[in-house]
């Protein structure tokens, strides 16, 4: 049997995980599906994810490959791996792609989705940030979205990495959508830094409060200039929507 190259698209409530990166002791995406595929093939496989998402980041659409001899079709293995899977991670669809596909590699667009609920209810207290609406001014927070659109440093809007040497992301989309009860933010990007959408959220939202910071702080920080004050949405708001490729 020759070597195959499976992509799979996974949904995952990621409340109980400690995010996507394998951990030696606690529960994780990869860390899950490596464990489902050993079971499935008898042999240790690598995983190799679209990107990382943080403890209790959750996703729609995250994507990832892995390499292996094998004679079962693509649905026979989604069907497997999801028969060894926990509730909360599903694979959505399994296909064999050439080769030479890597899913972070390959990539040339992510979007991500942050939910915010005005209304505050129990059913999403882990899926959304729970915010009163009555300090959110949505004509601030478009202004701030527009800002944000194109290539910019982001060196005070991620988490601090040396390892990371080019802090610079193009910003395809960046917008907010309101209604009734909830705020959603969508962005999407040629890549993303650690933690970057939930402190874009985190100031967005303290800037629509008109209290600490203002639009001009905001763009200052786009424009990589110091920072007077950082703040980070909480996880559990956060979705990796999609990853597309060519």
């Not at 402190?199 to 007077?228: H, P, Q, T, W």
Request: charged share 25%; hydrophobic share 35%; net charge positive.
């Amino acid at each position: 049997m020759s070597l195959k190259n499976y992509k799979i698209t996974i949904s995952y409530d990621g409340t109980s995980l400690h995010g996507w990166q394998i951990q030696k002791n606690s529960r994780t995406v990869q860390g899950d599906i490596e464990n489902a595929l050993e079971k499935i093939f008898n042999q240790k496989i690598n995983l190799i994810g679209s990107g990382r998402t943080d403890s209790g980041v959750h996703a729609l659409g995250q994507v990832a490959n892995f390499k292996v001899s094998t004679s079962m079709r693509p649905d026979e293995l989604k069907n497997a791996l999801n028969g060894n899977l926990g509730r909360d991670i599903f694979i959505i669809n399994c296909n064999e792609v050439s080769i030479d596909f890597h899913s972070r590699f390959s990539a040339v667009k992510r979007e991500y989705i942050y939910k915010i609920q005005t209304n505050f209810t129990p059913i999403s207290r882990n899926f959304s940030w729970s915010l009163d609406s009555s300090f959110i001014d949505i004509n601030i927070l478009n202004e701030c979205s527009k800002l944000v659109m194109g290539e910019h440093d982001f060196s005070q809007l991620s988490k601090k990495n040396v390892e990371i040497e080019n802090k610079n992301c193009h910003i395809y989309s960046s917008k907010w959508i309101v209604d009734d009860s909830s705020l959603n933010y969508i962005i999407s990007a040629n890549r993303f830094l650690h933690h970057m959408v939930r402190y874009l959220v985190g100031v967005m939202i303290e800037v629509s409060k008109k209290n600490l910071l203002s639009i001009d702080d905001f763009e200052s920080m786009l424009n990589a200039n110091k920072r007077k004050f950082i703040f980070k949405a909480p996880s559990k708001g956060l979705y990796l929507n999609r990853v597309l490729y060519d």
